[in-house]
T-cell receptor, first 109, second 115 residues
Framework: GQNIDQPTEMTATEGAIVQINCTYQ??????LFWYQQHAGEAPTFLSY??LDGLEEKGRFSSFLSRSKGYSYLLLKELQMKDSASYLC??????????WGAGTKLIIKP | DGGITQSPKYLFRKEGQNVTLSCEQN?????MYWYRQDPGQGLRLIYY???????QKGDIAEGYSVSREKKESFPLTVTSAQKNPTAFYLC??????????????FGAGSRLTVL
């Protein structure tokens, strides 16, 4: 079966750096997405990786290793507004998205 | 501003009743989707539509129905046949389906509670 694994919850301190991991086993691979979702709100797109390596976008970076079935989202200079759930999703060979359950990130002052 | 509008935001239903959730987009996107979000689980696809007057079942279509009569609109009906309908429902759209960099734009969601 297809599976996406991410930690359920993480806690970090304001101003620090946090890395949220995502491992996947899917039927084929056509890219990996990260979305941010504040409680009770719409998920919003953060990043898309299809090739191995690091993609940097401001305070957020996303890394992909296709051979290891592994990605991480790196958040730097954490702010209180970064408290949210972070969803990892993989597009399989049929261009269907497989979603992880999300990682709830709690930022403490 | 372009976006997706879902209504109502909160909805209460008695057992045995059908309810319809509205989803409207003004992004000129061809593809639209309905997902269900439950605590501790990933988003699960209910139905999707790639073009007007065409739609496909997702992983958990039983107990749900949709229509796509206009490009902008993709309403979801939760029927009495859905055994556990209490959930957060998310509508999304994308420029097209079936491509790699298929970024989804989501609506703010509708929370359905069955009393």
């Amino acid at each position: 079966g297809q599976n996406i694994d991410q930690p359920t919850e993480m806690t970090a301190t304001e101003g620090a750096i946090v890395q949220i991991n995502c491992t996947y086993q899917t039927s084929g691979f056509n890219g990996l997405f990260w979305y941010q979702q504040h409680a009770g709100e719409a998920p919003t797109f953060l990043s898309y990786n299809v090739l191995d390596g690091l993609e940097e976008k401001g305070r957020f970076s996303s890394f992909l290793s296709r051979s290891k079935g592994y990605s991480y989202l790196l958040l730097k200079e954490l702010q209180m507004k970064d408290s949210a759930s972070y969803l990892c999703a993989v597009m399989d060979s049929n261009y269907q998205l497989i979603w992880g359950a999300g990682t709830k990130l709690i930022i403490k002052p | 501003d372009g976006g997706i509008t879902q209504s109502p935001k909160y909805l209460f239903r008695k057992e045995g009743q059908n309810v319809t959730l509205s989803c409207e987009q003004n992004l000129n996107h061809d593809a639209m989707y309905w997902y269900r979000q439950d605590p501790g689980q990933g988003l699960r696809l209910i139905y999707y539509s790639q073009i007007v007057n065409d739609f496909q079942k997702g992983d958990i279509a039983e107990g749900y129905s949709v229509s796509r009569e206009k490009k902008e609109s993709f309403p979801l009906t939760v029927t009495s046949a859905q055994k556990n309908p209490t959930a957060f429902y998310l509508c999304a759209s994308s420029i097209e389906a079936g491509s790699g960099a298929n970024v989804l734009t989501f609506g703010a969601g509708s929370r359905l509670t069955v009393l």
